[in-house]
């Protein structure tokens, strides 16, 4: 059963509070009834337009405490400007390249919670625990998720876990308020989804959001480069929209630096808002006509029935799957006696693509071979969610 009102309320809330009172956040209307979140005084540019931002901000401006400019990968820059209005300066700097060249673009924020965000669609409840499969012994396969630290307090069994890759987190109360942070466990539960659906991944994890499913996209952008070399599927169960519906430029650049040239592939939840009109990135870049946008797949959610009316969708959605009353591990906590939980979100309907994908590929069979491998088995079954192809 979907969370109640109540409790979707409850945690909306909370969450729409800890984004507003962290000083540095900043967000625009970007449609559908959502937001664009954003830094505040930040600036990704591309370096070809680096002259101009530079002329728009003025010596003054870059002589400010606090202003100045780093790369944050070959080609892209971060300016950070006090006082800038982003949106205006977005607005100006743009207005005389041509459509569809952007070069610059806000710090924009992404999010895994039931706000604006990819992850969650409500808090977690307590339920039994389940039996995994032992890991297989050969013919493992890289995975990456990219997402919360993870919790090592955990019924998720260890030989599951990279010995060299998984970032923890140590923290389960940031904001000392008493209460379990929202998204403590948020990968550890995506790890389980996972391994409930194959016993052939090896999991690292990238610690990239905080506690409560926050962060940004230069922080994005750094935790794409740290996926180990040998990662095959990357699971990303975040993401956030911009104010114009363009691609997030810094993110766009680090999909493409880790999947042009790559046997690799992208799995990403396509956010939790109810959001039919709006792209979801970095989901969207499935649609998004990119030479390595066949290699990203975006899920939405269905609860065996239909689409979930909570879960975004559009054009750019590769396949629905389960995301309603999922079970997975979890972390050992006093609310939680046996360590796993039931949540429902997008989050949770991607890790069980990600985990078809990853059962698909072997020595024979590549990440991206296998991804169009299973895409033509949904498609063959032809289960409908929604007027989208959906996985059972």
Known sequence: MPPSP?????????????LEGLPKLAHT??????????????????DDSRREVERYLGRARAGQPGAGDEELMPGLRRYRAP?????????????????????????????????????????????????????????????????TGFWTDTPLPVD??????????????????????GDVGHANF????????????VLRVVRTLDTFGVCTEDELIASLGRVHPDTKVINLS????????????????????????LDRVVV??????????????PAAFAGAGESWSGQVVAV????????????????????????????????????????????????????RVAAEITARIDAQVGAVAATNQFMADVAAANQQFGGHLGLI
Do not use: M
């Not at 710090?107 to 032992?134: C, D, E, I, M, R």
């Not at 990403?268 to 990135?281: I, K, L, T, V, Y």
């Open 6 to 18: 109540e409790r979707i309320s409850r945690f909306a809330a909370r969450r729409r509070a800890r």
């Open 190 to 201: 995506i790890g389980g989804v996972i391994a409930n659906h194959t016993d052939r991944a």
């Open 300 to 351: 939405a959610a269905h609860d065996g029935v239909d689409l979930c009316s909570w879960s975004n969708a559009g054009s750019w959605v590769s396949l629905v799957a389960p995301g309603q009353d999922v079970r997975s591990t979890y972390i050992d906590h006093a609310l939680f006696p046996e360590g796993w939980a039931q949540w429902s979100g997008t989050s949770f309907a991607a890790p």
């Open 160 to 181: 599951y876990l990279a010995s060299d890759g998984v970032e923890v987190e140590t923290e389960t109360d940031v904001d000392n308020d008493g209460l379990l942070d």
């Open 29 to 46: 209307d970007a449609g559908g009834g959502s937001r664009a979140w954003f830094v505040a005084d930040e600036l990704l540019v591309v």
């Open 83 to 147: 006082g800038l209005d982003v949106p205006t300066a977005v607005r100006a700097l743009r207005s005389d390249r041509p459509a569809g060249r952007q070069t610059v673009c806000p710090n924009h924020v992404f999010l895994s919670s039931p706000f604006n965000q990819g992850g969650p669609f409500g808090p977690p409840a307590p339920t039994a625990a389940a039996t995994l499969k032992t890991p297989a012994e050969t013919d493992r396969v890289a995975v990456s998720i990219v997402d």
């Open 268 to 281: 990403a939840a396509a956010g939790n808002d109810g959001n039919r009109s709006d792209p979801f990135w």
């Open 238 to 261: 975040l993401g956030g929209y911009t104010a114009d519906g363009t691609a997030p430029l810094g993110v766009q650049a680090a999909l493409q630096q880790a999947l042009s040239g």
